[in-house]
């Protein structure tokens, strides 16, 4: 079986005036269809680097990124980005952000609104469909940006800190949220965190990078079942888990000395 | 008395609208219109003061009846639809050449590096400073005139579209990208929405601009127009007559200013107040 998404040993350099930055270096991943895959590590370990490659944003300067056992050539509807700093267009309602993907695939008036209020309502912003972005707060522009991404029927969801600029409360109900919105709708989802309690409580699998070079350090595997409750996030397990994420990611043992 | 060219200068940098007065408390919004009428009532007071104590300035009520005597006989109608035609034609077709250069230079590295060493040099000079060259090159018809008006829009207005374009956020591109919008769309539906609000102030500025070259160059050379009457009331000294031009250019800047900030409003209505 093939995976959805394979990265296969792929390295990205910036030039840096006359040397090069290595963002990332042997990069390898695969991630099975509908899987939810978390990653978490370090700032400036290249994790949105990565994310950027998948969707099409960058290109890798050696190795391959495939979807569908195809080769990611710049970006395409099949992959939807949320990105961390909301991106909604400021001039657009709420409708006609979540509609902006539909009327660039063509679809007719009705059909857009349709699908747009149906996400619309997921997301639980039916009363400010008509509203402008600068009259929402950072999570429901979040929660507008998760609809607009949803809308136009994505296999793959590609989350860049989604949440990181929300406050605790507000992060804990839309992890919640997110997790009912993917089983609803089933995504392969890589979702980028730098919160551990949020790589843990999502994931089917945490992916922990290190920086200098970016690189995988560890992949550990989040057995706990779905629906994740509040009771799951007290559970032992979870604490057990969390703690290894932890440990991996606050004390990664000294980098290989490849790199810079 | 030689002719005051000074008063035109390059065009000032895009001032910051008037934001968040919406915000403020409807009192305090009334408090201000009460000060403003004040303000003028107490400086027209003051000019009637100086002008009946020796100061040789016609006093408000002469400068009424100038004004009245001076529609009466179709004068004044016609100087203000030939400044007006001349200002109108030039800041539009100003505009609508600086928007799409504007457009390419922030969009295609090659149109940038044709176009931006010509404009940086010619917003250097004042465009009334081309005014003797144009005239001797165009003669001395319309077309100069309209021609320098045009410039000194153009320039303002350029330099603004080319600033909205570059600094569209990228993520908002991006993010249109993701969704599969190609460079067509995401021209249509994201640079050129995102760039509005730089290119209203820039043909705010150029409006001002445009305004400011006219009554100067209508003084240099024009056979009707608010600036023309001015100069041909200075060689008879008839100061009402300035007055009125005066005021009359100074409404109708204005109401234009006005008429762009009421767009202004009304098309970047969407844009976070900070
Ligand atoms: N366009 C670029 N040009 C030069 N260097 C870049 C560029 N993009 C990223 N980098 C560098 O690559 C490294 C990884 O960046 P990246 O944004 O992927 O980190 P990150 O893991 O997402 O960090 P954070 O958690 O802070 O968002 C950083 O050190 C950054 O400076
Ligand atoms: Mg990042």
Not at chain 1, 65 to 93: H, K, M, N, S
Not at chain 2, 157 to 164: K, L
Not at chain 2, 247 to 273: H, K, N, P, S, Y
Request: with cysteine.
């Amino acid at each position: 079986m093939t995976a959805k998404i394979s990265v296969q040993d792929v390295r990205k350099t910036f030039p840096l005036k006359n040397e090069e930055f290595v963002a990332l270096d042997g990069v390898s991943l695969d991630i099975a269809d509908n899987e939810f895959v978390t990653v978490v590590g370090p700032s400036g370990c290249g994790k949105s680097t990565l994310m950027n490659v998948l969707a099409g944003l960058e290109t890798p300067t050696s190795g391959r990124a495939l979807v569908d056992g195809e080769d990611v050539v710049g970006p395409g509807p099949e992959r939807g980005v949320i990105f961390q700093q909301y991106a909604l267009f400021p001039w657009l309602t709420v409708r006609k952000n979540v509609e902006f993907g539909l009327k660039v695939a063509g679809l007719g008036a009705a059909e857009r609104r349709e699908r747009a209020d149906y996400f619309i309502r997921i997301v639980g912003l039916e009363q400010f469909a008509d509203a402008l972005p600068k009259m929402l707060s950072g999570g429901m522009k979040q929660r507008c940006a998760i609809a607009r991404a949803y809308a136009v029927n994505p296999s793959i969801l590609l989350m860049d800190e989604p949440f990181g600029a929300l406050d605790a409360l507000t992060r804990v109900t839309l992890q919640e949220q997110l997790l009912e919105t993917w089983s609803r709708e089933k995504r392969t989802v890589l979702f980028i965190t730098h919160d551990v309690d949020e790589a843990v409580f999502l994931a089917n699998r945490v992916v922990v990078m290190a920086a200098r070079p970016g690189r995988i350090y560890d992949v550990i595997d989040v057995d706990l079942p779905y629906p994740r409750t509040e009771e799951a996030r007290l559970s032992p397990e979870f604490a057990q888990l969390r703690n290894r994420v932890w440990t991996s990611v606050y004390h990664q043992a000294p980098g290989i000395a490849a790199g810079r | 008395m030689s002719v005051p060219t000074s008063q035109v200068e390059a065009p000032a940098p895009p001032a910051a609208s008037p934001r968040g007065a919406t915000r403020r408390t409807r009192s305090r919004r009334s408090t201000l219109v009460v000060l403003n009428a004040v303000s003028i009532v107490g400086g027209i007071a003051c000019w009637w003061v100086l002008a009946l104590n020796g100061f040789q300035f016609p006093t408000p009520p002469e400068v009424v009846a100038k004004a009245v005597q001076l529609a009466g006989n179709g004068t004044l109608q016609e100087d203000v639809l030939a400044s007006l035609s001349r200002v109108l034609a030039g800041f539009l077709i100003g505009s609508a050449a600086a928007i799409p250069v504007g457009f390419l230079m922030g969009w295609y590295t090659t149109a940038r590096g044709l176009f931006e060493p010509w404009i940086q040099f010619f917003r250097t000079i004042p465009p009334l400073a081309l005014l003797p060259l144009v005239l001797v090159l165009l003669g001395i018809g319309e077309v100069p005139k309209v021609f320098v008006i045009f410039l000194a829009a153009f320039l303002a207005c350029v330099i603004s579209t080319y600033q909205g374009v570059v600094s569209v956020d990228r993520t908002l591109i991006n993010a249109a990208r993701v969704l599969g919008a190609k460079d067509a769309t995401i021209f249509a539906k994201v640079v050129v929405p995102a760039s509005t609000p730089f290119i209203l102030v820039g043909m705010r500025v150029g409006l001002g601009s445009a305004w400011a070259t006219l009554v100067a160059a209508e003084l240099l050379a024009a056979p009707a127009g608010l600036g023309y009457r001015m100069q041909q009331a200075q060689l008879y000294y008839d100061l009402a007559t300035i007055f009125v031009s005066i005021v009359v250019i100074g409404v109708l800047g204005l109401v234009m200013d006005r008429l762009l900030l009421f767009a202004e409003t009304r098309l970047t209505g969407w844009q976070e107040r900070r």
